[in-house]
């Protein structure tokens, strides 16, 4: 239950974020979800990797809840770095507000 809270405040963020942009609301929707759950994967995958290498045999003895809350923030920080690359691009490329036709051609003082 918890699990769906965290997916709906994920996509909420991501469904404001395309409309104040004007973007595809439910795409981007989608795509923070997805990329919560592919850095888990992912992220999960190499800190596994390191940890066999470090400390052999460790997850064979962990708990299932202790892996669980060690994933939550390997998939909330890649959220956390789409949702800010995001930002800053469609920020950058946000068409400017001077629609005059007089301005069109001329470099900004």
């Known amino acids: ?3 769906l809270l965290l997916l709906y405040w994920i996509g ?5 974020l395309a409309e104040a ?3 595809s609301k439910w795409g981007f929707t989608l795509l923070g979800i997805v990329v919560y759950y592919a850095g888990i994967v992912v992220l999960g995958l190499i800190l596994g990797i390191v940890l066999e290498i470090f400390a052999s045999g460790y997850f064979e003895t962990m708990n299932d809840i202790a892996l669980n809350l060690m994933a939550l923030p390997l998939g909330l920080l ?4 789409l ?3 995001l930002e800053k691009t469609w920020k950058k490329n946000a068409p400017s507000k001077n629609n005059s ?3 069109i051609g001329r470099i900004p003082e």
């Open 1 to 3: 239950m918890l699990g």
């Open 12 to 16: 909420k963020y991501f469904y404001k």
């Open 21 to 23: 942009h004007d973007k």
């Open 78 to 81: 890649s959220c956390y770095i």
């Open 83 to 85: 949702y800010k690359y």
């Open 101 to 103: 036709i007089d301005e």
